[in-house]
Structures are given as C-alpha cells and as structure tokens.
T-cell receptor, first 119, second 111 residues
Framework: GAVVSQHPSWVICKSGTSVKIECRSL??????MFWYRQFPKQSLMLMAT?????????EQGVEKDKFLINHASLTLSTLTVTSAHPEDSSFYIC??????FGQGGNEQFFGPGTRLTVL | DQQVKQNSPSLSVQEGRISILNCDYT??????FLWYKKYPAEGPTFLIS?????DKNEDGRFTVFLNKSAKHLSLHIVPSQPGDSAVYFC??????????FGKGTHLIIQP
C-alpha cells in the first residue's frame, strides 16, 4: 500500500525559533498533500492544501505567514512553523493523495504525525 | 461551526458484541464519508468509506450505513475484538478537498 512518512516524529524547540516538518510519499507520487493539526483530545483540523509547484491553499483562520508550506516535488511537502510559540504545540499530520491507488474515495494516506512542543 | 459531529466521546462494548459508532453531518455537499481508526501519537488508519450515492458499504467485520435524509452515518463492527479498541474518527469531504473530521469516539472493547 501507499506509505507516507514524516520527519521528525517529535521535536522540542524554544519559543521564537522555526521548525520544519517534512512529509514524504515513499512509493507513489502525490500532486496534492494536506496538512492537519490535532490538539489533545480534539479533532484533526485541516490547515492547508499543498499542491506541487504552486502556492498552498490555507483554511480560514490559519496564518499563511506563520505556517509556510513548500511542495517542491511530487514526493515531498514541508511545513515550517515560523517563530513558534507555546500555543503552536500540537500534533501535526500530513496526508498525501494517490489517485492511482485509491478506490471508493479513499485516496488519502496519512503520515505518522509529528509532535511539536514549544517551550 | 462543526460540520461533522460525533456526539459520543466514548463507547464501551463487550468482546464479541456489535459496536455501533455514530456520526452526523450538516454539509449537504459532502460526497464521500470515511471512517478512520487512530491510536495516540499515530496517523489515522483508513477503515471503510461510502459514497453519498450509496446507503451501505461492507468490508469484512465493518459496515457503514448512510442515511442522507437524516444526514447521519454509522459504523458497525461485528463481532468486536480487543484489537478494535482505539479512537474512531468519522470524516467527510467535498470532491477532492481535504477531509473534515469529527471529534472522535473512543471505543473500548471489554473482555
């Protein structure tokens, strides 16, 4: 099946620093990747849609200057949390869409997530 | 405004019995509904999905029912097994957009 990886799996940083999270589709090409955020005991919230070779589309309420997304290749999207603050601490999950594999509407495959803790 | 709602934060079921997880939605534009299983600090794992033009889809022990008029869907797991204990998320999407998730239901299978 389609495999999506994320790196790092967890990161702790000081307030004010920037953190980059990578999302890779390992065995398929993904023209579209999605970034989600999950706070403790909450739902997964869609942050943005990342399209290869074009600008990301952000959901309402998500600051595009704070959460920089780069989808430079068909297998890699990166999310950079700039000037991180404690309220940015969360579990960040990416998914990649594989149109060739999916059936029945399930063409999104999720990465294992990245736990960000900002001190 | 929560477009996908899972009103039961937790559900406890005896092993071997049927588990029924419920989900309600408000957006009539949703054309696909999906169920995911998730463990803490891991990404969601796809279980089963259903198109808005169908009312039932079955895959092994998992069956999803969709009632469009009531904007309600449910996931049935039978028989329930200890390995089914996890948080289950209902999700929906419009065309190829990103997913809208419910808050999840923590399913506990008791021996």
């Amino acid at each position: 099946g389609a495999v999506v990886s994320q790196h790092p799996s967890w990161v702790i940083c000081k307030s004010g620093t920037s953190v980059k999270i990578e999302c890779r589709s390992l065995d398929f090409q993904a023209t579209t990747m999605f970034w989600y955020r999950q706070f403790p005991k909450q739902s997964l919230m869609l942050m943005a849609t990342s399209n290869e070779g074009s600008k990301a589309t952000y959901e309402q309420g998500v600051e595009k200057d704070k959460f920089l997304i780069n989808h430079a290749s068909l297998t890699l999207s990166t999310l950079t949390v700039t000037s991180a603050h404690p309220e940015d601490s969360s579990f960040y999950i990416c998914s990649a869409r594989d149109f060739e594999f999916g059936q029945g509407g399930n063409e999104q495959f999720f990465g294992p997530g990245t736990r960000l803790t900002v001190l | 405004d929560q477009q996908v709602k899972q009103n039961s934060p937790s559900l406890s079921v005896q092993e071997g019995r049927i588990s029924i997880l419920n989900c309600d939605y408000t957006n009539s534009m949703f054309d696909y509904f999906l169920w995911y299983k998730k463990y803490p600090a891991e990404g969601p794992t796809f279980l089963i999905s259903i198109s808005s033009i169908k009312d039932k889809n079955e895959d092994g022990r998992f069956t999803v029912f969709l009632n469009k008029s009531a904007k309600h869907l449910s996931l049935h797991i039978v028989p329930s097994q200890p390995g089914d204990s996890a948080v289950y998320f209902c999700a929906a999407r419009v065309r190829a957009d990103g997913l809208t998730f419910g808050k999840g239901t923590h399913l506990i299978i008791q021996p």
